[in-house]
Structures are given as structure tokens and as C-alpha cells.
């Protein structure tokens, strides 16, 4: 059994003394999401009200989820903490790794060849430091998560964005960088602002083509990219009552398309169906015994507007089924207004392929949903006009739709069965059908359609719809078709109309599976070893940074950025992304995306040694072969966009002393900070302006480095004038510990020994 049903009992045991003494501190009923925080807290027992959306709070999460691609750096700093386990329960998942192309079989058998030493390191490093490790093929990571580890009233973190999936099981489920989640799996707290709280009340009932992904695709229009920002969304009402647990699910991922912390449901009658039948009796039988903890306060739910920040009502009696697109997920239409909406923006209105599966749409609610109007196709003998992709989320639900002729029906419509993994969702689709750049159009059940993400091609033109409404639209071959109102004419010349779709919330005979892809850690792993090539590309063991010292002077500019510099300028993505586990390699796109405020142009700086220019890794390289520390300076809100702790740990290992900028994006200064380095901020903005390309800098009373006391820089100018910039920090002791050990890691690791 993967789940840890004591751990579950463990956190039920605490939870009402907590959110009882939670109640009486902040003086009002309590909403679910702040039961869960209050209940969550590092210190334990709450001692003080959180003020939302401002303090910063330190948790203890339940359980660590991590893929592939991003498990790969934050286990290499794992395992420099020197920690013989890991202090929470943590699984691994092989899913973003495995390109979709033929088919389920010869994609799996592939990647198995060209990604073997990525699987191999993350499997030996699970195997020793007591992870649970998820197989390629085994499935997506959420969807996996839900079918196993989720639980009502728990928080869990995850190293991937749509971890906020788990929400549909009535957790608070929070995606976080790398480094945030070593610290957990290193036994340390993990701080998160408290979040502000946005309720959505949900009346009515779902009917006819209207399904759960079209309260997230309406959703997602009414609050857009950003609305969400901060927030935690709590779902609630009739209607919340009246959905499948897995299309909670659905809700709650995308929850992360509105950039909301995350999202969450009170435990209901459909999140015990659901545990009951993923052979998870016992956690059912313990949430029952704690219901009233597992939802918000009645009160709550009967005044909304006096305990969340923003309510938003919406009645599903009436919710239209929803396309959205295309570039965005924000951009919501309601089917049967698509096709006008399409002609006057010059989107193909031809359909070439239709999606079903990812994370987001995979249930057996989903795929039968999908299949009973896939099966209509074959029985009122239209032949669909588009290919048809499915990829379902878990071995477990490919099984048992197999078993129950779910995938036969799409197989009856050709349709191309890829692995269970994310695939075309993470733009790991090889396509054929489309050549170059050219112009098309996909719909499909996954939730993000940014330009490129599906094949890479900036003009595929794809629309998010639920997984029968995909179906519909794959089998007209029409964005402007309208399977409510339009007929098809079918291969003997006869009008039809497709009938609304059926779906079976769980399946009758119950979920089976041969084999989940699971692998379950060695109890004592400590012979396990853990080998990496030194020859390898893609991965590398990681060395313990030296600390910087007390010592900075004589210091150069690496490079002053000009403007928006965000993490995907500091450590950008794309072909990049392949070398995620190797630090040296990928420290060669450090800072290659920020605008050098000298000359405008980006991955171009000035070589002090030499008087030339050359690209910003190459320039640094030649400083740290001659032992020279340099800075980097930066424009407001450095570092934002993501966690991604490549960001930091790139100019960490290429030498960079300090990163000196107007203000911070506070996780990007948090992630400098665990690495070692000196993240400063100018006490008067405009000293940025002092910041000469040909300056030597010297920290001049460092050794006095403080909480609360800023630092001073001299700027010695090419001309010998000076300047005495004060700098303001926010290095509390423990940080100022991190700083002195060359890193949080290093820190712990010294912690471990003695
Ligand atoms: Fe994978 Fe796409 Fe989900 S990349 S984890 S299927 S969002």
C-alpha cells in the first residue's frame, strides 16, 4: 500500500484542538482553507491571528510530490542535506520525460532508452533516501497523487504547478520550486504568505453537454490569468456537493490557470465514494470521524461575503459548456459563440486533432463521458474528421478503461493511445501531421494552451474544452460546431446529432490494475548507491558551495539588467530544460536572457579582463578561473515569474558574490539566500543609476553583517571617483547562518553531523 494511513490519523488526531484554538484566536468562524493552514502550522498550536495576503507563516505540509523534471535538481540537493531519509512523505514521478509519437508502446520503449539515466538516478535516489518511486508509464503525477496519496483537511507541496490538483480531495496542495521542497524534505519549516481567500459558491446542478471542467474554463473568464494571485479558491454550495470528486479535481488544476495558490472542497459524499473506491476505506473512515474539521464553519457558507476577500456565484443549472482559447485559458467562450468569434480572429476552423486526458481530464467520469459520444460516432457511422490523442492519467485508470471497452471504442476511431504520461500536454508530442509553422487548430481536455505548448508550433491554435466536448468537436472536425443545436451528416448521406453525453462516476466493478508502476523504497536504503556518469550531460553530482566570506573586494560587474528580468531570463527554459540536472551545463543559459543596461542587447557584457564582450556565462567563467567575485545589479521585481532554484544556484556556481537590484520578487531573494550568496536591495533606487560598466566594487563592512543593518558598497568609477551606496537586506540570523556556511544545505548538513 502507497498511502501512510498513520501519518493521515496523525494529522486528524491534532486537528481539532488546532482549528478549535484557531477559531477562538482570529475571533470568527472559520473557513476549510484556514482550518487547513491553522492546523498546518510549523510551531504547532496557533498562537497569534494571520493577517491574509501579508504575514509570512511557516508550515509543516504532510506529504512532498515531485516529477521528473524537476525532481531531478531538487534530489541533487537533497542529497547534500546528509540525511539518511527523507523527514516526510515524499513520491517521485516519471511523466514529463516521455514523448508521445507512435503510440503507448513504442513512445514508453523509447523514452525508457533516451531518458534511462534520469529514470535510473531518480529511481536508486528514491530507493535510498526512503521516496516512493512511480515508474514511467505509471501515470501523471496528480492524477496518480489523487488515485493514492491525497486526503481530506491535508497539505501537501509539489514540485509542479498543477500539484493544486489534489484540492479535489479536499487538500490545501501548493506547487513550489525545488528548493522549497528539499527544506521540507530535509526536515525544515516552509513558509508561504498567508494567503487571501476567494469563495466560489456554486448552486444548481450540472446537466446535459455542461461539465466540471466548464466551472474552471467560466471561471478562468471571469477572473482571468492573474485573478487568482495569492489566493486560495474554496468551492462550495449545492453544487459543489452535487459533483464527482474527480471533477473537483478538475477544477481545482485548473485553479492554477487563474494563478491562484490553490484551490480546495470541502470533504463531501463524492470524496468518500471516491477513497472507497481507490481501496482507501480506512482514510474514508477516519475523515468521517472528523467531518465538521473538514469543511468550513456553517456560518461560513451562509455569509460568504463576511469571511472570504471576493465571492463569486454561479449557478450550473445555467453554465453554458466553454471553449477557451486560443493562447490563453482566460480566453472562455461559450460553445455555439466560437465559430464567429474564430472567423473574425482568423483562427483555422478546421480541427485536426483532439485531445483527451493530462492530469486535468482523465477520470472514468471523464472517459466515459468522452467515450459515450466517441461510441455514437461509431454507431451512427460518422467518420470523425480529426484525429483523435488520448493519454490517460494513470495505469490504474488505463487499465480498468480497458478493461471495461472504454478505449476500444476511441481505438474503433483510430484514435492513437499514448503512454500515461503528460506527453502532448508538456509539449512532448512529436507531430507529423503539420509541417513547419504552419497554421491549425487542436482542441483538448488538458488545461494550459500557451503558444507552443502542445507541439512547439507558436501557431497551433489550441482551445481547452472538456473531454466530451473535445470528442464532439474531434468528430465534426468544426471549432464552430455545436453539438447541441447542429447535426452531422453521417457516411450514408443521413442527418444526425450527437445525444448529450453519459458518463459513470466510478466504475462499477471497481478500478483494477496488474502493475501501477510503483516501486516502494528500501526500509534501510543506506547501501543503496546512487551513480551518476561523470561523463553524463544531463546529470551531475553537485558539489558543497565554499561560503563567499567576509571578504568581498575588488569586485566586477557582471552585468547590470536593464528592466524585467525574470527567472526565465536568468535560467531560461525550452532546449535548456534537458539539462535541469546538471548544474554546469545549464549554468551556460545563466542570465543569457537580461538586457544589458550598457547596451541594450541581452547575453552581451563587457570582459573587464580582456576589454571585450562576450556572452554572460562565458564573461563569468574567465572571472571565477581567476578567483575575481563580481555582482550582479538588477530593475525592480528581479527574479519573478517562478520558483525555478536553477535561477540562483547558476550564478551561485559560476562565482556571482552578490545580486544588488532596486526590489525583489521575495522567492527569487529567498532562493539566492538559501544558496549562500548576498541578495541586497539599494536603499535609495536611484543609486542604481550609479552602477558603472567599468566599476570595482568593495563591501566595506560586511564582517559586521547584521539583522537589520544594511551594508555599505563603494563604487570605485574607471575615472577613481567613488561612491558609498547603502544597501538594505532582509537576512534574519538563521539567513545570515546560511550566508556564512556558503548555503542552507551546507548549513543542515553541519547541523546533521554534530
Ligand atoms: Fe503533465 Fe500537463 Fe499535468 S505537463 S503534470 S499533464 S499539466
Known amino acids: ?160 504547478s498543477h500539484t493544486v490538483n489534489a484540492g479535489g480531495l479536499g487538500m490545501v496542495a501548493i506547487g513550489v520550486g525545488g528548493a522549497d521542497a528539499v527544506d521540507v524534505m530535509a526536515g525544515m519549516a516552509w513558509e508561504l504568505k498567508f494567503p487571501k481567500l476567494i469563495g466560489v459558491k456554486l448552486i444548481g446542478k450540472l446537466n446535459g453537454w455542461t461539465s466540471a471542467k466548464d466551472v474552471i474554463l467560466k471561471v478562468a473568464g471571469i477572473l482571468t490569468v492573474k485573478g487568482g494571485t495569492g489566493a486560495i479558491v474554496e468551492y462550495f454550495g449545492p453544487g459543489a456537493k452535487s459533483m464527482s470528486c474527480t471533477g473537483k479535481g478538475t477544477i481545482c488544476n485548473m485553479g492554477a490557470e487563474i494563478g491562484a495558490t490553490t484551490s480546495t472542497f470541502g470533504y463531501d459524499e463524492s470524496m468518500e465514494r471516491y477513497l472507497r473506491a481507490t481501496d482507501r476505506a480506512d482514510v474514508a473512515d477516519a475523515a468521517n470521524k472528523v467531518k465538521e474539521y473538514l469543511t468550513a464553519d456553517p456560518e461560513v457558507y451562509a455569509n460568504p461575503e463576511q469571511y472570504f476577500d471576493q465571492v463569486i456565484e454561479l449557478d450550473l443549472d445555467t453554465l453554458k459548456p466553454h471553449l477557451n482559447g486560443p493562447f490563453t485559458p482566460d480566453l472562455a467562450t461559450p460553445v455555439g459563440e466560437l465559430g464567429e468569434k474564430a472567423r473574425a480572429n482568423g483562427w483555422p476552423i478546421k480541427v485536426d486533432w483532439g485531445l483527451i486526458g493530462s492530469c486535468t481530464n482523465s477520470s472514468y467520469e471523464d472517459l466515459t463521458r468522452a467515450s459515450s459520444i466517441a461510441k455514437q460516432a461509431v454507431d451512427k457511422k460518422i467518420k470523425p474528421k480529426s484525429d483523435f490523442g488520448i493519454n490517460p492519467g494513470s495505469e490504474q485508470i488505463r487499465y480498468t478503461a480497458e478493461r471495461d471497452g472504454i478505449l476500444k471504442i476511441f481505438e474503433d476511431l483510430d484514435a492513437t493511445i499514448f503512454t500515461n504520461a503528460c506527453g502532448p500536454c508538456i509539449g512532448q508530442w512529436d507531430r507529423s501531421d503539420v509541417k513547419g509553422d504552419e497554421k491549425n487548430t487542436i482542441v483538448h481536455s488538458f488545461n494550459r494552451n500557451f503558444s507552443k505548448r502542445a507541439d512547439g508550433n507558436p501557431n497551433t491554435h489550441a482551445f481547452v474544452g472538456s473531454p466530451e466536448m473535445v470528442a464532439a468537436i474531434a468528430i465534426s472536425g468544426r471549432l464552430d460546431f455545436n453539438p447541441m443545436t447542429d447535426t452531422l451528416i453521417n457516411e450514408e448521406g443521413v442527418e444526425v446529432k450527437l445525444d448529450e453525453p453519459k458518463g459513470i462516476e466510478l466504475p462499477p466493478t471497481g478500478f483494477a490494475v496488474e502493475d501501477a508502476g510503483y516501486v516502494k523504497p528500501m526500509e534501510d536504503g543506506s547501501g543503496v548507491k546512487v551513480s551518476v556518469s561523470p561523463t553524463s550531460e544531463r546529470l551531475q553530482l553537485l558539489e558543497p558551495f565554499e561560503p563567499i566570506g567576509s571578504k568581498i573586494e575588488s569586485a566586477k560587474l557582471l552585468i547590470k539588467a536593464f528592466g524585467k528580468c525574470t527567472t526565465d531570463h536568468i535560467s531560461m527554459a525550452g532546449p535548456w530544460l534537458r539539462f535541469r540536472g546538471h548544474l554546469d551545463n545549464i549554468s551556460n543559459n545563466c542570465l543569457i536572457g537580461a538586457v544589458n543596461a550598457f547596451n541594450q542587447k541581452t547575453n552581451f557584457v563587457k570582459n573587464q579582463l580582456t576589454g571585450e564582450y562576450g556572452g554572460v556565462p562565458d564573461v563569468q567563467r574567465q572571472y571565477k578561473a581567476k578567483g575575481i567575485k563580481t555582482i550582479v545589479v538588477g530593475d525592480h521585481n528581479y527574479g519573478e515569474g517562478s520558483s525555478r532554484e536553477h535561477a540562483a544556484m547558476e550564478p551561485r556556481h559560476l562565482g556571482v558574490a552578490a545580486v544588488i537590484v532596486k526590489s525583489f520578487a521575495r522567492i527569487h531573494e529567498t532562493n539566492l539566500k538559501k544558496q549562500g550568496m548576498l541578495a541586497l536591495t539599494f536603499a535609495n533606487e536611484n543609486d542604481y543609476d550609479l552602477i558603472q560598466e567599468d566599476d570595482m566594487f568593495n563591501f566595506i563592512d560586511l564582517n559586521e553583517f547584521a539583522p537589520d543593518k544594511p551594508l555599505t558598497l563603494e563604487a570605485i568609477h574607471a575615472d577613481g571617483s567613488k561612491d558609498l551606496i547603502k544597501l538594505n537586506h532582509t537576512y534574519n540570523d538563521a539567513q545570515i547562518a546560511w550566508y556564512n556556511e556558503g548555503s542552507a544545505l551546507n548549513l543542515i548538513k553541519k547541523q546533521n553531523a554534530s
Open 1 to 160: 500500500m502507497a498511502f501512510d494511513i498513520d501519518m493521515i490519523k496523525g494529522v486528524y488526531s491534532k486537528m481539532a484542538e488546532h482549528v478549535d484554538k484557531a477559531r477562538e484566536i482570529v475571533g470568527k468562524p472559520l473557513t476549510l482553507s484556514e482550518k487547513i493552514l491553522y492546523s498546518h502550522l510549523w510551531d504547532g498550536s496557533p498562537t497569534k491571528a494571520f493577517v491574509r495576503g501579508k504575514d509570512y507563516v511557516d508550515f509543516a505540509p504532510d506529504r512532498i510530490a515531485c516529477q521528473d523534471a524537476t525532481a531531478q535538481m531538487a534530489l541533487l540537493q537533497f542529497m547534500q542535506a546528509g540525511k539518511p531519509k527523507v523527514a516526510v512523505p515524499t513520491t517521485v514521478h516519471c511523466d514529463h520525460l516521455i514523448q508521445a509519437k507512435q503510440g503507448a508502446a513504442l513512445d514508453l520503449k523509447r523514452a525508457n532508452e533516451t531518458s534511462n539515466e534520469v529514470f535510473d538516478f531518480l529511481a536508486s535516489v528514491s530507493n535510498k533516501y526512503g521516496i516512493g518511486f512511480w515508474k514511467p508509464g505509471a501515470g501523471i503525477i496528480h492524477q496518480v497523487v489523487l488515485e493514492n496519496y491525497a486526503f481530506p483537511g491535508g497539505m501537501m507541496i509539489g514540485t509542479d
